[in-house]
């Protein structure tokens, strides 16, 4: 894409793949989710590059042409969080202005939790912040209420889902991932998961090109799924290693946006937890909550002008 600059970098103990666009003194960090790539902040990278920034978006570890380590206990939130840490260091300032969707905002609210001295603001896409909870692990709770079907249990035993997706090809998982606006919680049956059917193509949503499509197609039959799947592994070991961070808070200024179809939004208990005083209490700084109607979940794509003017109307406050 038009000026934007590729390179790897050196970062706990991984060789990282690096976007970026922009020559402004201040950084905008994108950190995309599963299954994405750098790519899925194409928009924004440009949006926010023109509006003055240095806008960066890697591939996260696990992902496109960065480094997947093969064991799911590479993938803690220590780990990954490290990785942006020291990519943030690489960059050659103290702070960034940070921007998750999905699975990168996990990351994104561990970032804020554990150093909040290098996050200036913060734009959560879709997840909201999730507090640990001081007795229950996350996948039996998960199991106990929404079934073994739930997407992140049947995440969980290596090679099944990767099985699956070999089996009904990437393409045709990622199309139907892409373009899919079935209210949560998520689940997929043992019998075709994804509902793939043999006789119909889904028709691409107007925000998404088939060209876009190829390419992260390629990019997944070239990598695999299996790192990015390995970050739903780590799932419980990270509850076992943040007991001390048990009732902390997130102190840093943030904005949280999602649309009114998201898949999480609409899994039972996160729009209470979201609206009746939960997510404010353990997020004090929470200064914006936008729910954008008619939206699914891969918010960024599929309202890029308006995410982009939000993140850089937002930020331009602190």
Known sequence: ?????????NINGITMHVAEKGKGPDVVLFLHGFPEL?????????????AGYRAVAPDLRGYGDSDAPISAAAYTCHHTAGDIISLIDSLGVDKVYLVAHDWGAFIGWYVCLFRPDKVKAYVSLTVPFRPRHPKLK?????????GEEYYICRFQNPGEIEAEIAKYGTAKVLRKILSDRKPGPPCLPKDNPFGISTTTTIKLPSWLSEDDLKYYTSTFDRKGFTGGLNHYRALDLNWELTATWTGAQVKVPVMFIVGDRDMTYTTPGVKEYVHNGGF?????????????????HFINQERAEEISSLIHDFIRRF
């Open 1 to 9: 894409m038009d000026g934007i600059e590729h390179r790897m970098v």
């Open 38 to 50: 750098w790519y899925t902040w194409r928009h924004q990278i440009a949006a926010l590059a023109a």
């Open 138 to 146: 996350p996948v039996e709770t998960m199991r106990a209420l929404f």
């Open 280 to 296: 404010k209490k353990d997020v004090p700084l929470l200064e914006e909550t936008v729910v954008m109607e008619g939206v699914g």
